[in-house]
């Protein structure tokens, strides 16, 4: 999928994320994790695989996590992206 | 049946350990327009996460008449949801399109057609007038609902404080009567002051007399009051285990009569007997 | 999980009457309420207003909470509505300016640390990618190497004989000049009539082939944006906005583009002006960094007869018709610009398209 314009999903209320995605023309993801120390590589292992299966390949995209469960930070990822981009989802890629 | 706001992502990571029989994930009343899209996500992801694969877990679409009843649809069948309960419901022909629009979804994403049960909930005059085509309108129907909050506007009334709630009087006899008849469970309405643990009981109290199975839930809070009123008391369930005994008993021995201290006991009774016992395992006796 | 307060959307031109409480709920915190606020997000327990956060353009101000509120996270949801908001309004990059207490909430809250005045404020950007990719880009498109490098920030409203004599004395003293054009919507002419008058102006002087003109990033902090709400006086508050701008010069932008020099005009009747070029000289010559020193110019104003040739001389004589007056004070480009636009009879400014 290609974002084409800014997006936010999410929140910052705990056990959840906020994501932020905009355009880019190369990928760059920052991660922020209230829990980074332990859980910083999951995360970033469940970030990657959502922006791989999305079919993200190019776009800034940062993710402040609050503790959210790897479900949560999945929905939070796949929303920003929805809403900035122009395709519809295919529920069976994902 | 525990309500829990599907854009809240903490309850939806935390409210499994409550221990409600049947959680509902809800994409309507609690979801604001602006978040339809991303609850849509976060309760399809909630119902693939492992935590939840042990608790049933009940999916409370947009209305059938809403751009969002079938995106909502795309994204939680596949993901395996148990029960789509669907609100607002007037009609049986509503639940049929639903049923439809299911049989259509579960095919293309290869789900076993019919996996997807679905629960009707009814808000207005006219779905209460309907009850029994609507409970009987589709072999995926488990259980019918009514909710208060339209059909009180409906009915040109409010919720009132009448210790015998008259105002839900018919409605809830009717949505009752037409659970019965098709053979499925029946809920009540959400009691939403959460402090009011006074009026809590009160209302179980009184839908418990008229048959309810259960009602919905808007808080953690209210699960545990509701599973003691349901309990059946030890002495009863000693009762039903007594009767049960003597019905396997009696098949065992090919009579066709089943007979307990020298009385007969008629067959709404082993299987009253059952429920009290079943309802035992799910909220244990009564405090 | 007894009920959060609720959120509601104050317009500050429509609903005068809410902002009674908003106001005082700032005052309690010590804070007062910017004139350039366009919205608030408040929260309400019952009737009680308990939490305010405020947007003006892409800044996020005068926000407060109240002390029993504090600890629950209304924060986090007040920022969130504000960023909806802002988003409707097509608005992505927020900045906020706080007291240097503030930066861990706000850092907490998804914004990333851009400087500080030491004492008195920092700036804070909602996305970990803006500066960074800024000077990515100015290293990418504006570099060129060379050995001095200058810098003029203009405003420009518009482009006049002031502004041609410092461009040129500048670009006389440096192997390539950058030309930067604040992008705000100033009063009587949009950012992109500033930026097009420019860029013709530096395009007709002798030097023009060492001149490079661009719009401000939006790392130019200047004083229209600038929050006062928590700050005293004029010269703290020229001196926290100079103290910030210059520094994200100092340590971002200009070394982007290996900036060797600064330029900038004196403005003998402003204290205003003189307080921001002192700081100038603190900022970017003297305070210690990591980066190197970038040195400072002081270019007089021209002066046609006895007045210095000033923007604002021209906006005047412009708005009361007095054309002919004009050509000693703009260059040919702007005032063939000027007449034009008078001809269509419009003094008024001409909205600009926000990218």
Same mark, same amino acid.
């Given at each position: ?94 | ?24 994930? =809800? @994409? &309507?009343?609690? *979801? ?10 976060? /309760? %399809?992801? $909630?119902? #693939? ?22 995106? =909502? @649809? &795309?994204?939680? *069948? ?10 607002? /419901? %007037?009609? $049986?022909? #509503? ?193 | ?355």
């Amino acid at each position: 999928m290609r974002i084409v314009r800014a997006a936010v999903a999410g929140s910052l209320e705990s056990s959840d994320a906020l994501v932020k995605v905009a355009p880019n023309d190369e990928l760059e993801v920052d991660i922020q994790s209230t829990v980074m120390g332990q859980y910083g590589d999951a995360i970033t292992t469940v970030v990657n695989e959502t922006l791989e299966k999305l079919g993200v390949t190019e776009g800034f995209v940062s993710v402040d996590d609050k503790g959210a469960l790897d479900f949560a930070i999945r929905a939070r990822v796949q929303g920003a992206v929805f809403r900035g981009s122009d395709e519809q989802p295919d529920w069976s890629r994902l | 049946m525990l309500f829990v706001p599907g854009s809240n992502a903490s309850w939806l990571s935390t409210v499994h350990v409550y221990g409600a029989d049947t959680v509902m994930f =809800d @994409l &309507e009343d609690s *979801v604001a327009l602006r978040e339809k899209d991303t609850a849509r996500i976060l /309760v %399809r992801e $909630a119902l #693939m996460s492992p935590i939840w694969k042990d608790v049933e877990v009940c999916v409370r679409v947009n209305a059938i008449d809403t751009p969002f009843f079938r995106p =909502d @649809l &795309e994204a939680i *069948v596949p993901a395996g949801v148990a029960i789509v309960r669907l609100p607002m /419901v %007037r009609d $049986a022909d #509503m639940v049929r399109e639903l049923d439809r629009v299911l049989t259509e979804i579960e095919e293309k994403c290869g789900r076993e057609v019919g996996s997807t049960k679905c629960m009707a909930a009814v808000e207005s005059a006219s779905g209460v007038v309907n009850a029994v085509q609507i409970a009987k309108a589709s072999s995926r129907m488990v259980a019918i609902a009514l909710a208060a909050y339209d059909y009180m506007i409906d009915m040109h009334t409010v919720r009132g404080t009448a210790a015998d709630e008259s105002e839900l009087f018919y409605a809830r006899c009717a949505v009752l009567h037409a659970a019965r008849v098709a053979g499925i469970p029946c809920y009540d309405v959400v009691y939403s002051d959460v402090n009011d643990e006074e009026g809590f009981l009160r209302e179980i109290g009184i839908i418990k007399r008229l048959g309810f199975d259960g009602k919905s839930l808007v808080n953690p809070r209210q699960i545990e009051p509701l599973h003691n009123a349901y309990a059946p008391t030890e002495a009863e369930v000693d009762r039903a285990k007594r009767v049960i005994e003597a019905a396997d008993k009696a098949e065992a021995e090919g009579l066709g009569v089943v007979s307990l201290d020298g009385k007969m006991v008629d067959a709404p009774i082993v299987a009253s007997a059952y429920r009290t016992v079943r309802l035992a395992e799910l909220s244990g006796t009564r405090r | 999980m007894d009920a959060a307060p609720a959120l509601s959307v104050v317009s500050v031109a429509h609903d005068p009457d809410d902002l009674v409480p908003v106001r005082a709920l700032l005052a309690e915190q010590g804070l007062g309420l910017d004139d350039d606020v366009e919205l608030f997000v408040t929260a309400h327990r019952g009737d009680d207003l308990v939490g305010c956060m405020g947007l003006a353009g892409n800044v996020v101000k005068c926000s407060a909470i109240s002390d029993d509120e504090r600890g629950f996270g209304l924060s986090a949801r007040l920022m969130q509505e504000v960023t909806y908001q802002a988003l409707d309004r097509g608005r992505s990059h927020l900045f906020v300016y706080t007291k240097p207490t503030n930066r861990r909430v706000f850092e907490s809250l998804g914004f990333t640390f851009l400087a500080e005045v030491p004492g008195t404020l920092v700036l804070l950007e909602n996305t970990p990618f803006g500066l960074a990719r800024t000077c990515r880009q100015l290293r990418r498109h504006d570099y060129v190497p060379a050995t001095r490098v200058g810098v003029a920030v203009l405003n420009a409203n518009p482009f006049t004989r002031g502004h041609e004599y410092l461009v040129r004395t500048a670009a006389q003293n440096v192997d390539v000049l950058h030309v930067w054009v604040v992008s705000e919507d100033a009063s009587m002419f949009s950012a992109d009539e500033r930026f097009e008058l420019v860029r013709a102006g530096c395009a007709a002087v002798p030097e023009g082939d060492r001149i490079r003109v661009r719009r401000g990033t939006d790392y130019t902090v200047s004083r229209a944006t600038f929050p006062s709400y928590f700050l005293g006086d004029e010269a703290e508050i020229v001196r926290g906005a100079a103290g910030l701008d210059l520094q994200l010069f100092r340590e971002h932008l200009g070394p982007a583009i290996g900036a060797t020099d600064r330029f900038v005009g004196t403005e003998p009747l402003s204290p205003i002006t003189n307080l921001y070029n002192q700081e100038m000289h603190h900022w970017l010559e003297e305070s210690a960094s990591a980066s190197p020193t970038i040195r400072v110019h002081e270019i007089e104003r021209v002066a046609v007869g006895d007045a210095p040739v000033s923007a604002s001389r021209v906006r005047a004589l412009f708005a009361a018709g007095r054309l002919d007056e004009l050509d000693a004070l703009v260059p040919p480009t702007t005032l063939a610009y000027l007449r034009a636009r008078a001809h269509t009879g419009q003094t008024s400014p001409t909205p600009s398209v926000k990218k």
